[in-house]
């Protein structure tokens, strides 16, 4: 049986059945399970760990902190969880002429995937995910599927990559032809049309960038949407988006299973920012960063012809400084990177003025990468308050490339009294509106045909996403629990001070201190300075 150690096939046994959003846990007994599925009899051997404890089979709560030294699976729903008589099928890759010579087709059931793996050897094994990619069985048949397609939130590269790649994968593997697009985002389920989308249709579209759905914040109302899907007769839903989007998901998946429909529910996460907590990065990062090199170098061209040039580059991330990290560590041309994660100051000794100071007088110009969610607050005390959200209830966010751009000239025309050449570059859109570069698009193939593989056999709830290099369907709640931050006290941070140079801003202890609720602390200071600003 394929998802043998799932808690679908605990729900099978006389145990009470396992929502994957409750917390209960149970514990394999290590003796082989016999069931039969389709007149066939499948041996379920139960996971043990290296050390021959029982395997932890957990299904977790938001809350809900996993502490045992055994081996745990976070695992995924099920179809089969509340729709028991469900019948399968073999996968139709079993004739697949590409598939014919791949040593393994199928991956094992018993794969999964590790969330950490540097361990040592006395270590606890510590929370894996079921590991992504075709089963032996298939939960529905491929001419009875209806899929459709969604894309929410802001765009990013590649987009249009996965949405191809889902309509290939699902045509291609599966032999499924009935493939809907749903235009503009979570409102276009009842309030747009819909494409019909076929391999012919999405053949050329990797190479724009954008989302040939179109896109949208806001209006996700979930009863409508699950409505709709009924009354389209649609079984299969893929999702792009990021944070937000997959939150929207998660209810949906909700609703379907409170329904008791036979609708599989697969998220694939999307974000600039490379935000999302668990997946080792989000699709379209490195195009964005690569992108970024193009502002910068530019702004380093500026300033370099200039007398005392200073250049500032803002680029996205709204809560988080991967962009600007990566950009600057990329670019080498960069003199100090400021991110949200790590709070900076301008006046005195180990601020930024006297930084900039230093280095025109040693260098002659230099170049600032500032993300767009860095000093916030700062901004927030020299405007009136305001409180502006986007339809989906992100705080906008104010510009901190232009006030930081104002400060620096009147410090040092009016105070210092020095001539100063600014140079301001706003890439924003730009890093973004792109189409993806060649690993990108590659590992949104990966991506969009996990997906396919997962709702094919049967899983629902879950967002697919490289974990350590191995693609792995993650319960939704996983990765939108909390959101990924740079951490100042990890190497890579490290790495970039060394590399900038620049002042860190904080002492030793304050780092400790401020890492510690370094993400919460971002969050609560974008979320909060409109309406403590006076
Ligand atoms: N907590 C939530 N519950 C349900 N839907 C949500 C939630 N947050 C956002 N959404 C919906 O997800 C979509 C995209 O969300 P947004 O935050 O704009 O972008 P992203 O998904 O990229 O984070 C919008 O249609 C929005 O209504
Ligand atoms: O102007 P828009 O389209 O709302 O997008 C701006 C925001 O979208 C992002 O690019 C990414 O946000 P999401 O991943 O939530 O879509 C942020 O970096 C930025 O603040
Ligand atoms: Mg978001």
């Not at 139709?92 to 094992?108: E, G, I, N, R």
């Not at 896109?215 to 389209?232: A, F």
């Not at 990065?281 to 910068?296: L, P, Y």
Request: charged share 20%.
């Amino acid at each position: 049986m394929d998802h043998s150690i799932s808690s679908r096939s605990l729900s099978r046994s006389p145990s009470p059945s396992i929502s994957p959003f409750n917390s209960k846990r149970m514990i394999l007994n290590p003796v082989f399970h016999k069931f039969n599925f389709d007149s066939r009899n499948f041996e379920i051997k139960p996971l043990v760990s290296r050390q021959n404890r029982p395997v932890v089979v957990a299904v977790r709560s938001s809350n809900q902190k996993v502490h045992n030294d055994g081996f745990v699976l976070e695992d995924v729903p099920h179809l089969t969880n509340f729709l028991p008589d469900l019948p399968s099928y073999p996968n139709p890759l079993k004739k697949s002429q590409a598939y014919a010579v791949v040593k393994q087709t199928f991956v094992s059931p018993e794969d999964a995937v590790a969330q950490n793996i540097v361990i040592q050897k006395d270590s606890p094994r510590g929370v894996h995910f079921r590991r992504a990619g075709p089963r032996e069985k298939v939960y529905f048949k491929s001419d009875e599927v209806r899929a459709c397609i969604v894309t929410c939130g802001g765009l990013c590269p590649g987009i249009n990559t996965v949405i191809r790649e889902i309509v290939c994968g699902l045509s291609y593997m599966y032999g499924v032809d009935e493939i809907l697009g749903i235009e503009g985002g979570y409102r276009g389920f009842y309030s747009k049309n819909t494409l019909t989308l076929s391999p012919k249709v999405v053949n050329d579209i990797h190479k724009r960038g954008g989302t040939i759905l179109r896109t949208s914040r806001g209006g996700h109302d979930t009863n409508k949407i699950v409505d709709n899907i009924e009354d389209r007769g649609i079984n299969q839903v893929y999702i792009i988006g990021g944070d937000g989007t997959q939150k929207g998901a998660a209810l949906i998946y909700k609703e379907v299973e409170k329904r008791g429909l036979q609708v599989a529910v697969a998220g694939i996460p999307k974000t600039i920012d490379n935000d999302i907590a668990v997946i080792d990065k989000s699709f379209g990062f490195d195009t964005a960063v690569e992108e970024a090199q193009r502002a910068i170098n530019a702004a380093h061209v500026e300033v370099e012809s200039v007398e005392n040039g200073v250049g500032i580059v803002k680029l996205m991330g709204r809560y988080s400084g991967f962009i600007s990290m990566y950009a600057t560590l990329a670019s080498r041309d960069v003199d100090c990177c400021l991110i949200p994660e790590s709070p900076f100051y301008l006046e005195g000794p180990g601020g930024l003025f006297e930084f900039i100071e230093r280095q025109l007088k040693e260098n002659g110009h230099m170049v600032i990468v500032v993300a767009e969610g860095a000093g916030q607050e700062f901004v927030a005390q020299s405007m009136p308050a305001v409180d502006e959200k986007d339809a989906s209830g992100n705080r906008l966010l104010l510009d901190i490339g232009l006030w930081l751009t104002q400060k620096i000239k009147d410090h040092f025309t009016k105070v210092q009294k020095m001539t100063i050449n600014m140079k301001y570059i706003d890439p924003t859109y730009m890093i973004r509106a792109i189409p993806s570069n060649g690993s990108d698009n590659i590992y949104c193939t990966l991506l969009a045909h996990s997906a396919v593989h997962g709702a094919m056999a049967g899983f629902t709830g879950f967002t697919v996403g490289p974990v350590n290099s191995r693609h792995a369907y993650i319960p939704i709640a996983r990765v939108t629990e909390t959101q990924k931050t740079v951490k100042l006290t990890d190497r890579m941070w490290a790495r970039l001070l060394a590399s900038t140079n620049q002042p860190s801003f904080l002492n030793c202890s304050e780092v400790l201190h401020h890492q510690e609720k370094a993400g919460r602390k971002t969050t609560e200071v974008i979320n909060s300075e409109r309406t403590t600003s006076t």
